[in-house]
C-alpha cells in the first residue's frame, strides 16, 4: 500500500474513513503499523487534531434556552413579530474562555513530540488487530492511538492516572469490555455497584428552563465526592475496595456495545466529554433504568469514567438537579488540590444525567461536564 | 414523516450556538440566532434537519456580521464601562482565560473562510457527508480540507503567542 495522505489520517482520526470506506480504515490500519513515515505523520496528526480541540474548546459559549422560548419566538415571527432580538453585547463571554491554562500547555506541548510512537512502534501490545468496539465505534480507533494517552509534558501526566494510561492496559481496553482479564485491567470495565447512590435515589432534573440558564448550571447538581465509592477510575479512589472493581469486571450484566447501540438504549446521543476521547463503552439494563459507562481520555491523558442514565420523565419536570449529596464548597476545594482523591461531579443534559468519575480537581471535571456533547456514530 | 424539530433542537442546539458564537464572538447573540434559525425551520421538513438549520444559522450569522460595524461602537462603550468596574477575585485567572481566548479567537481569525467553517462546523458535530454538502467538496476532500484548517490553526495560535510574547 502506498503511503497514506494527511487527510486520510485525519479521516481515520475523526472516524470517517471507517464511516465511509471500512476495508480502506483497514487496509491504512495495517500500513501504520508497519510504516513508520506514515506512523510519523499520524503522530503529527494527533497531536494537530489534539491542539485544535484545545484552542477551540477556549471559545465557548454558554447558552441554552428551552424549546417552548422557540416555539414562541416562531409563533410571534409567523404573527408578524419582529425576528432576531435580543441584546447586544451584554454578558457574553461567560464560559467562552473558560479554564484552558492546562490546554494552552497542551498546545505548547505540540513541538515536543509526546506522541505515539512507543504504541505504533515498539509498543507490544500496538499489533492488535483491529478490535469489536474499533470495528462498532469508528472514534475509538484512533482513540487507541490517541498520543494524550501516553506522554504529555503536563504536571498531570506525571501523575499516576498518566501512569496507568501508558501502561499495558491501554490498547486492549479500548478493544473490549468482555475480554477485560480483571487482574490486569482492574478499570477496564464499571463496578458491581456503580454509583447508583446518588443518580437513582435522587431526582435530577434540567436546568434550562429559564432561557437565560447558562449550560454551567447544569452542573450545579453535583454529587458528592465518591472516595468510598468503586468505580471504574483507573486509580482505585482512598479506601475503595479493589476486589470490589476486580469483581465487576466479571459482572455480568455488564456488555460492550457499539455507540449506536448505546444512543438507542439512550433513546437520545451518548455524551462525550469536552474533548475527550471514548476508549471503552459498556452498558447494562433497559428501557428507563439502563446505564451506559464509557472510559474517556481527557487531554492530556487522563482517564475517567462518565455515566450516563435517562431522565425519568417526572425528573426532568422538577427542572432542577437534587441537592442532596453535594460536597460543602470547603471540603471540595481542599480536594480538588490532591489529584490522589476521585472526585465525582453530575450534569444534566438534555433527557440525561451524566456523572463524570475521575482523578481530576472538581471544577475541571465540571467544566468537562457542563461541556459535555453528543458522541457521533 | 414530520420533523421532530423538538428532538432536533435538543440534540443540536448547544452545537448550533457554539458554531455562532464563533461567529458573531457575542454568547448572547449566538443564542439568539440559534433560537431564530429554529424558529424559521419549524415548518419545514428537511431530509438532514441539522444540517439545514446549520444552514439557515450560517445565513444569519451573514446577515448578522453586516451588522457588525454599528454593534462594535457599541461594545467599546461596554468595555470602557467594564473597565472601570472593581476586580473580582480570581483576577488573575481570569485575565488567563481572556488571553487564551483572545489568541484562540485571533487565531481561528487568520484562517481562510473554507478552513474556518470547516473546523466549525466539524467542531460542531456535523459529518463529513454533512460538511461536504455545506462546502462543495467531495466527502474524501473533507479530511484534506480539516487536515489543512488545524495545521493551519495551531500555526496560528502558535504564532499569536509568540507574538505576545515578543510584546
Keep these: ?377 | 414523516m414530520a420533523t421532530d424539530w423538538a428532538r432536533v433542537y435538543r440534540e443540536t442546539f448547544p452545537d448550533l450556538v457554539r458554531y455562532l458564537y464563533r461567529k458573531v464572538w457575542d454568547a448572547d447573540r449566538a443564542r439568539d440566532l440559534a433560537q431564530d434559525a429554529f424558529a424559521r425551520s419549524l415548518d419545514r421538513d428537511p431530509d438532514d434537519p441539522r444540517s439545514w438549520v446549520f444552514t439557515v444559522a450560517a445565513n444569519l450569522a451573514r446577515d448578522e456580521a453586516r451588522s457588525e460595524i454599528r454593534r462594535r461602537r457599541h461594545l467599546t462603550l461596554v468595555r470602557v464601562e467594564a473597565a472601570a468596574e472593581p476586580a473580582p477575585p480570581d483576577v488573575l485567572e481570569r485575565l488567563e482565560r481572556e488571553r487564551l481566548g483572545r489568541r484562540a479567537r485571533a487565531a481561528l481569525a487568520r484562517l481562510n473562510d473554507r478552513d474556518r467553517e470547516a473546523l466549525l462546523l466539524w467542531d460542531a458535530g456535523l459529518s463529513y457527508r454533512q460538511l461536504a454538502a455545506r462546502l462543495g467538496l467531495s466527502v474524501g476532500a473533507v479530511g484534506t480540507t480539516l487536515a489543512r484548517a488545524r495545521r493551519r490553526l495551531v500555526e496560528a495560535f502558535e504564532a499569536e503567542e509568540a507574538h505576545a510574547a515578543r510584546g
Design chain 1, 1 to 377: 500500500m502506498p503511503h497514506v495522505d494527511d487527510g486520510t489520517l485525519h479521516a481515520l482520526l475523526d472516524g470517517a474513513l471507517r464511516a465511509e470506506d471500512p476495508a480502506r480504515a483497514d487496509a491504512v490500519e495495517v500500513h501504520l503499523e508497519t510504516c513508520p513515515d506514515c506512523t510519523a505523520l499520524l503522530e503529527q496528526a494527533v497531536a494537530v487534531r489534539t491542539g485544535t480541540a484545545s484552542i477551540l474548546a477556549a471559545l465557548e459559549p454558554d447558552a441554552r434556552p428551552d424549546f417552548d422560548e422557540v416555539l414562541a419566538r416562531a409563533g410571534a415571527e409567523r404573527a408578524g413579530a419582529a425576528g432576531v432580538g435580543g441584546p447586544a453585547g451584554g454578558r457574553g463571554h461567560g464560559r467562552a474562555t473558560r479554564g484552558l491554562a492546562w490546554a494552552a500547555t497542551l498546545v505548547l506541548a505540540l513541538g515536543t513530540g509526546y506522541l505515539v510512537r512507543d504504541r505504533l512502534g515498539t509498543d507490544p501490545v500496538a499489533p492488535t488487530p483491529p478490535t469489536a468496539l474499533s470495528r462498532t465505534a469508528p472514534e475509538s480507533v484512533a482513540d487507541a492511538r490517541d498520543p494524550a494517552r501516553t506522554a504529555v509534558p503536563d504536571e498531570r501526566a506525571a501523575g499516576p492516572a498518566a501512569q496507568t494510561a501508558t501502561g499495558p492496559l491501554s490498547t486492549e481496553e479500548a478493544g473490549a469490555g468482555e475480554r477485560v482479564a480483571p487482574a490486569e485491567r482492574r478499570a477496564a470495565a464499571p463496578a458491581p455497584e456503580p454509583v447508583p447512590a446518588a443518580g437513582e435515589a435522587v431526582a435530577a432534573g434540567e436546568p434550562v428552563a429559564t432561557g437565560a440558564a447558562p449550560a454551567r448550571s447544569e452542573v450545579a447538581g453535583r454529587a458528592a465526592v465518591t472516595t468510598a465509592e468503586p468505580s471504574l477510575a483507573l486509580r482505585p479512589a482512598a479506601g475503595a475496595p479493589a476486589m470490589a472493581l476486580e469483581a465487576g469486571l466479571a459482572a455480568p450484566e455488564w456488555r460492550s456495545i457499539s455507540i449506536a447501540e448505546a444512543g438507542t438504549l439512550m433513546d437520545g446521543p451518548v455524551y462525550v466529554l469536552e474533548g475527550a476521547e471514548v476508549i471503552a463503552l459498556l452498558a447494562r439494563g433497559r428501557g428507563v433504568h439502563a446505564e451506559v459507562r464509557s472510559r474517556q481520555l481527557v487531554p492530556p491523558g487522563v482517564e475517567v469514567e462518565v455515566s450516563q442514565r435517562r431522565l425519568a420523565e417526572a425528573d426532568r419536570q422538577v427542572g432542577r438537579l437534587p441537592p442532596a449529596g453535594a460536597a460543602p464548597a470547603a471540603d471540595r476545594d481542599a480536594e480538588a488540590t490532591e489529584l490522589e482523591v476521585q472526585e465525582s461531579v453530575e450534569a444534566v443534559h438534555h433527557r440525561h444525567r451524566i456523572t463524570v468519575t475521575g482523578a481530576l480537581p472538581a471544577r475541571i471535571l465540571e467544566r468537562l461536564a457542563a461541556g459535555a456533547r453528543p458522541l457521533r456514530d
